[in-house]
């Protein structure tokens, strides 16, 4: 019965150390194709967004605020209260 328990623990560690290794190496071919793609990606998208026009109905020096920023927002004063102390010696 042990000798059957000793072959599955090694056909189980044989099986993760092909995955692991056969990981490893399609890692090694995909990856840098991968990253090229995503980095041919994002300089499209930062050229595309380079090349919108610019609104030129505003003079230059003039101050254009899109939106009111929230008011609402208060501070956290569930902090607890301060407590004055004095040092006894």
Known sequence: MQQADFMGLLRTILIFLIVYYSFRFLARIFAPILL????????????????????????????????????????????GEYVDFEEID
């Open 36 to 79: 090229k793609k995503v980095v041919g990606n994002m300089q499209e998208k930062a050229q595309q967004k380079h090349k919108q026009p610019h609104n030129s109905s505003t003079k230059e020096g003039e101050t254009i605020i899109d939106k009111k920023p929230n008011s609402n927002t208060q501070g956290n004063n569930s902090v």
